[in-house]
């Protein structure tokens, strides 16, 4: 590895949240596992240095089953960081989670498939502990955040992760919806688990731009379209950028917690 700025946070986000950094700049990183989705944006929130980088690529060119993934989580981590935050626009899986709304989700299932989602492919076995996905302490310091800015929160709720660029079939999300689960997306996996094996504890705030297939109930409301999530989340963008800047300042970093040793007897 080569010297490099050190960052203690490490954000995938896009272009819109760099202008507010202090003396932002262009940090490109070289990866054993090719190029990441583009350098990341180094600088300083009230004093916390921090890294962004668009997980789409600069001219949101990579759709989400195109995303070198372990790259970017690799450059977070080449770079210092001990913490990622994961934010995504996301549907709704449940009538009471409404669009406009921010979940702070705790749990992940992946239904995706060929995706490159270790960096353990041998010859040392290697399996991480993955109950708990999300870091506690940074789930805790986001509600909390978007709770004092009056942001309308959900402390919790299972992100189904699905291979896309398509969006669902009513008959896929009326099977979600049944399981319980409150919020889907196509980015949440791998990043998150590439994270933990990297010993970098993880945090997801998901935007819900829409209800999925729509609701049975209400035919009123249109399944989702790609125009409809753009208009729902640049509608709502400043918001999430107002949470992160008020939030990463916030995070205790506590050295003691469980995806920080994520390797201590995994192998």
């Not at 800015?149 to 699905?162: A, K």
């Amino acid at each position: 590895m080569t010297d490099a700025p050190q960052i203690e946070v490490g954000i995938f986000g896009g272009s819109g949240f760099y202008s507010l950094l202090d003396a932002a700049r262009e940090v490109p990183v070289d990866t054993p596992y090719g190029r990441p989705s583009g350098p990341v944006v180094v600088g300083d929130i009230e004093g916390r240095t921090v890294g962004f980088m668009p997980r789409h690529g600069m001219a949101h060119e990579l759709p989400p089953h195109q995303i070198n993934y372990r790259a970017n989580l690799w450059a977070m981590k080449h770079l210092g960081a001990t913490d990622v935050v994961l934010p995504c626009a996301a549907g709704s899986l449940q009538r009471h989670v409404e669009p406009g709304s921010f979940v702070i989700a705790d749990q992940v299932v992946d239904r995706t498939r060929g995706r490159a989602d270790t960096f353990y492919d041998g010859p040392i076995t290697t399996h991480v502990s993955f109950a708990d996905p999300y870091d506690d302490e940074m789930r805790e310091t986001a509600v909390a955040s978007a709770q004092e800015l009056g942001i309308p929160v959900h402390e919790r709720g299972t992100i189904v992760v699905i291979q896309g660029p398509r969006f669902s079939t009513r008959a896929e999300s009326r099977w979600f919806m049944a399981q319980g689960w409150e919020v889907i997306n196509m980015t949440q996996y791998p990043e998150v688990v590439l994270a933990r094996e990297l010993e970098m504890a993880a945090l997801n705030i998901s935007l819900i731009t829409d209800y999925d297939a729509g609701l049975e109930d209400d035919p009123e409301v249109e399944p989702v379209s790609h125009a409809a999530v753009l208009e729902v989340f640049k509608a709502n963008n400043d918001r999430l950028r107002d949470l992160l800047f008020h939030l990463v300042p916030r995070l205790p970093l506590s050295p003691d917690r469980p995806a920080l040793h994520a390797l201590e007897g995994a192998r």
